[in-house]
């Protein structure tokens, strides 16, 4: 028996035979498929009823290098036809006045709209300019272009008119969320408008009130070549799945920071349920320069103004298709940058998506990311849960990648996978599976199995749920189980760090720093990049 299974028995949790365990472990991957094509099929009929593509347009900038290329980039990989591809000359400046982005983008699109019979018009009738909720009423009823995208190259700023506004009367706003409500006929200038589409269950077509909205999303960033690979990243992960870890990083602040952090908290929950795992960061600074993150596809943390820590080092790369958001008020008031603010930095260590704020947003009328993870795991365009989960419009957001990107459209658990990411779908199953069962049953399945077959990345996994629940003896036990299992010496020394970790919220400071110690002193280690982290995190700990 594993000594997590010893572990587990002497937590009085209910727990698995060995015998059992074993035969759960040898049937799971039959068990895994069916459940793959169960899971497929009414996934398949719930979302299937929009094809989003053939309902969009693109809009480049002629006048700026590369953007009408991006474009045709683009509309090729996705199907969309050249007569939604529109170029409108505009500044290339990222920051326009108010007069320019009517007379530039606002009213050119209008026109074009109305002219191409994109959207059937109608004025409401008089005294009836606001909805039952105050909201303007709807100038497009019915509509065949409700996804707008905007290529590099168009402006993403609204500069401030007014002199110190009062707070609701700000006149700045982002050029994205100023064009979702395109088809109203008052669109708001000061302040922002409440999103009816906020937190609807029901896909974009199909919600209330959702007439005169588009989502509206923008393939931008700091080149062309980052761009491009946004693109195909979203397209692969469609194709062959998107597997690997969440990542939560908690600014443990309180007071007004409270709703933020039960954000991230209630994303780290809704990830343990879909079976993906979670490291979730419980220190009030950035990650540490250096701390080891591999095959990250899901990062969501506060608070800092510039990209730092372990999402700025040189080695640190995303997986492809990963979505990505720092949250802070001016995370996307530099977007074509490699190294300033969060949205471009994030984009060059490899993300496809990424989502900030042009201008100060105030935290409740941000993306909610609770909302967003929820409904981009139940199968969503990346587009459209955005924009679920953003209460306002006509305010300061924007979402940077293909908002046409559907991670999870094909349910959650779409691929077995190959190499590594088979053990990312091992888990997944096991956990979807086993969803319901006691949590010792899990586990212990889990462990056998990794045991069984000598993965010892699958302990790892299973470490970082024990973690995720508090349960820190658990983990400790088992990393310590799976570096026994390797002898990579990046995957060890990643181990013996998440262990030192564990160590020191486990209030065992003593251990972990000897545990660092040897990490430092060990040969094998050297020039791993990941040293650095255990030097700081020793350091932190006073040496």
């Known amino acids: 028996m594993s000594r997590f299974a010893k572990a587990e028995m002497s937590n009085d949790e209910p727990h698995v035979a060995p015998m059992r365990a074993a035969l759960q472990a040898s049937s799971f991957i039959r068990h895994f498929c069916i459940l793959l094509l169960l899971t497929l099929s009414a996934h398949a009929q719930l979302i299937a009823d929009w094809d989003a593509a053939a309902e969009t347009a693109v809009v480049f900038n002629p006048d700026f290098p590369g953007s009408a290329e991006l474009a ?26 108010r007069g320019e982005f009517e007379a530039q983008l606002r009213g ?33 009823l019915s509509s065949k272009v409700r996804v707008l995208v905007l290529m590099r190259g168009v402006p993403f700023q ?15 706003a982002s050029v994205d969320s100023e064009l979702t409500v395109l088809g109203l006929t008052k669109p ?43 693109i195909d990243d979203a397209l692969d992960a469609e194709q ?74 040189p080695t640190f790369h995303f997986k492809r298709g990963a979505i990505a958001c720092h949250l802070h008020s001016f995370s996307a008031s ?23 704020n042009v201008f100060e947003p105030y935290l409740a009328l941000t993306l909610h990311f609770d909302i967003f993870n929820r409904r981009l795991l139940e199968g969503f365009t990346v587009g459209e849960a955005a924009w679920n989960a953003t209460p306002a419009l006509s305010w300061m957001n924007v979402v940077l990648g293909d908002p046409l990107y559907r ?26 599976r086993l969803a319901g069962e006691p949590d010792g049953h899990i586990k212990t399945a889990l462990t056998e199995f990794a045991e069984k077959r000598q993965r010892p990345r699958l302990l790892e996994l299973t470490a970082l749920l024990s973690a995720l629940q508090s349960k820190l003896p658990q983990a400790l036990d088992l990393l310590e189980h799976a570096e026994s299992t390797t002898k990579d010496a990046a995957e060890l020394l990643r181990l013996r760090l998440y262990r030192a970790e564990m160590l020191r919220r486990s209030e065992k400071a003593d251990a972990a720093r000897i545990l660092l110690r040897d990490v430092l002193k060990d040969d094998r280690f050297k020039e791993q990049p990941s040293r650095i982290a255990a030097e700081s995190l020793l350091k932190d700990m006073g040496g």
């Open 188 to 230: 708001p200038v000061k302040g922002g408008l409440r999103n009816p589409y906020f937190d609807q269950q029901s896909r974009f077509p199909y919600a209330q009130n959702s007439s005169g909205l588009l989502i509206v999303g923008r393939l931008d960033g700091p080149d062309d070549p980052t761009v491009k690979r946004m």
């Open 158 to 172: 609204i500069r401030r008119a007014a002199q110190k506004p009062k707070q609701s009367e700000e006149d700045e």
């Open 407 to 432: 991670p999870f459209g094909k349910g959650i658990g779409a691929k077995l996978g190959e190499g590594a990411d088979r053990d990312y779908a091992l888990y997944q199953g096991m956990m979807l």
């Open 72 to 97: 045709a980039y683009y509309a090729a990989k996705r199907h969309i036809p050249k007569e939604r591809v529109i170029g409108l000359r505009c500044s290339q400046e990222d920051s326009i006045s």
């Open 240 to 313: 062959n799945g998107l597997l690997g870890r969440a990542v939560i990083d908690l600014a443990q602040k309180p007071g007004a920071y409270q709703e933020g952090e039960d954000w991230l908290k209630n994303s780290a929950d809704a990830y343990r349920r879909a079976g993906i795992p979670v490291f979730i960061d419980r220190s009030e600074a950035v990650l540490r320069e250096g701390w080891p993150l591999p095959d990250t596809i899901l990062y969501f943390g506060w608070y800092t103004d510039h990209i730092s820590g372990a999402l700025a080092s």
């Open 334 to 356: 530099i977007i074509r940058a490699h190294d300033k603010a969060w949205a471009g930095p994030l984009l060059s260590h490899g993300a496809a998506v990424t989502f900030g």
């Open 108 to 140: 050119p699109l209008l026109h074009l709209f109305e002219s191409r019979h994109w959207w059937h018009a109608e004025l409401p009738a008089p005294g009836k300019s606001l909805t039952g909720d105050g909201i303007p009423s709807p100038m497009a």
